[in-house]
């Protein structure tokens, strides 16, 4: 069962993460999550580092 102040509040959370971007803006977040995830694998050793810098570059 959800109140209706729960409502409420899930739909002004919803209003917040509600963001518009135009086709730049796409690309260039497309581009860091795609480093972000490459610099975790290589955290988390699945990617060595010249498999990292080489994704990166590929990236840049």
Do not use: F, P, W
């Not at 739909?11 to 086709?23: F, H, R, S, W």
């Amino acid at each position: 069962m959800v109140l209706e102040t729960d409502k409420n509040n899930l739909t002004e959370k919803e209003k917040l993460m509600n963001i518009t971007l135009d086709a730049t803006q796409q690309k260039e977040l497309k581009k860091m999550l795609k480093c972000g995830i490459y610099k975790e694998l290589h955290k988390r050793d699945v990617l060595t580092d010249t498999q990292l810098n080489s994704l990166l570059e590929r990236n840049s």
